[in-house]
DNA sequence: GAAAATTATGTTTTCAAAGACTTGTGAATA
DNA sequence: TATTCACAAGTCTTTGAAAACATAATTTTC
């Protein structure tokens, strides 16, 4: 569905949205560990967002990266745009690329029911009201 | 959301479905043309679902690809799994390998009614029938 | 023998991942 | 207060693997 780069920038925001809700940061290697994800890969990804205003970073001695009150209400929906662009959202099912509402392939009325649907659950999903479902171990992050 | 591989298989299908539905062959050039594709590998996609059953094929001279009336009645879901597997109707969004119902990952539950929409349109989308759409011109092919 | 699929092999492109090097920053220290 | 040091992100380059696409030889069948 996602790109293996898109699913592991969710799982890290959400990690560094419950590790740095006290105003603290955390570092790029135990942001590794705790998804359990390529380090360098991550640090990449990470770089990109931050450099998009996805998520917040620090250098130096006691930096890192963290999230501010404003990114905190971002939705996830935002974070796939940022990563994968919206294709997912708005792409042809069948990769076509003129498929339209009047140049219809046979399945395009079918599948904008279900994008639509895609789009509002992840619309709805903000990074920092899923750190709560994250602290009471309802969910989890590891692979 | 397909792979490329499996997007050409649904539209050469589609269209082998249409162009042989009187009992005739049609060829490998022919298929790559109508679905504007490119043509070795189309071909060899096809040489890998004839040998899987879901299309049939004849060698030689009048020889080519057509559709045996048991094949009209497959859905497409049946040539997603048979291309792509059932990953996308069950894998987790997050890419966690571990993820169920009893450890989620934090979308799990709202992913879950997605893919049972979209398996559902799948499955519902028999080659046969989408040939009539075609044929009125409701839908096209060509990239 | 010619027309078709089939098989095998090769090339290109894209994505995932890793490594080495650079830049910026806070804090100790002299 | 200026200097230096260590720490952490940032940048650049390279490698590996898989997907996408191309070429050539082979087999089957009319």
């Known amino acids: 569905m996602f790109s293996k780069t898109c699913e592991y920038a969710i799982r890290a925001l959400i990690f560094i949205a419950q590790k740095t809700k006290d105003g603290d940061r955390i570092g790029i290697k135990e942001i590794a560990k705790g998804i359990d994800s390529p380090e360098h890969f991550i640090a990449k990804i990470l770089q990109d967002l931050s450099k998009k205003g996805i ?73 920092g009201a899923l750190t709560d479902a994250l602290e009471n171990s309802m969910v989890f992050l590891k692979r």
């Open 55 to 127: 998520l917040q970073s620090a250098k130096g001695p006691t930096g890192g990266f963290y999230l501010d009150k404003a990114s905190r209400k971002q939705s996830l929906a935002s974070i796939v745009r940022a990563v994968d662009g919206d294709k997912i959202f708005q792409g042809c099912g069948l990769g076509l690329k003129q498929c339209s509402e009047t140049k219809p392939c046979p399945i395009h009325h079918e599948f904008k029911k279900v994008r639509k649907d895609l789009l509002q659950i992840l619309e709805n999903a903000k990074v």
